[in-house]
């Protein structure tokens, strides 16, 4: 089974800054087949990325996903104060749909 | 509106049974696989089952496998999880969540058609405790 590793734990930032969150996966995952998602406390999760790429509907463009192979990127290029949770990778390209343990991005 | 719903968590002793529903509203339910995914309390998220659009296929975590069933009732526009011989490992909320895609469908391992789950419900906590 796929295994996904994401780093770091715990970002730190402030508004405004930009953050960059890494998804390593224990092998090849389709670019095809990564997702994206936040999660803010006691809320349910929203999908930001599909397909390592494509926006979700709604999805303001200060979210980017890029990667390929085994080394996937959320980007977030200026945080905005609704922005602090926490953010998940998944592959949905294996019959496990594993997720990653989540990146939580608080505030400095 | 697009909503997702789920019913039926509460408090069950280990080796029961309980069984969960997701009632679907505002887009055509069966024109998407959705899925069960899965929160244990302070944890992150675990992927745990999904179905087909037509219930035709059905794939689970290895977790699960052969106590969790997922099935549907597309003229109820409804989802149900039976989940048999639970373990308190399997306390968590469960949410339902929708694919963006109908017809995924995996076959030796790998999946295909799939897109990622695009509306959620607000989740429903189950606790397995004696």
């Known amino acids: 089974d796929i295994v996904l590793t994401q780093s770091p734990d715990t970002l730190s930032l402030s508004p405004g800054e930009g953050a960059t969150l890494s998804c390593r996966a224990s092998q090849s995952v389709s670019s095809s087949y990564v997702a994206w998602y936040q999660q803010k406390p006691g809320q349910a999760p929203r999908l930001l990325i599909y397909t390592g790429s494509r926006r979700a509907s709604g999805i303001p463009d200060r979210f980017s996903g890029s990667g390929s192979g085994t080394a996937f990127t959320l980007t977030i290029s200026r945080l905005e104060p609704e922005d602090f949770a926490v953010y998940y990778c998944?592959?949905?390209?294996?019959?496990?749909?594993?997720f990653g343990p989540g990146t939580k991005v608080d505030i400095k | 509106q697009v909503l997702l719903v789920e019913s039926g968590g509460g408090v069950v002793q280990p080796e029961r049974s309980l069984r969960l529903s997701c009632e679907a509203s505002g887009f055509t339910f069966n024109n998407h696989a959705i899925h069960w995914v899965r929160q244990a309390p302070g944890k992150g998220l675990e992927w745990v089952a999904v179905?087909?659009?037509?219930?035709?296929?059905?794939h689970y975590a290895d977790s699960v496998t052969g106590r969790f069933t997922i099935s549907r009732d597309n003229s109820k526009n409804t989802l149900y999880l039976q989940m048999n011989s639970l373990r308190p490992e399997d306390t968590a909320v469960y949410y339902c969540?929708?694919?963006?895609?109908?017809?995924?469908?995996?076959?030796?391992?790998?999946?295909?058609?799939?897109?990622?789950?695009?509306?959620w419900g607000q989740g429903t906590t189950v606790t397995v405790s004696s």
């Open positions: 969540a929708r694919d963006q895609g109908a017809s995924g469908y995996c076959s030796g391992g790998s999946c295909y058609g799939y897109y990622g789950m695009d509306v």
């Open positions: 998944q592959e949905y390209g294996t019959s496990q749909f594993t």
């Open positions: 179905i087909s659009f037509d219930g035709s296929n059905k």
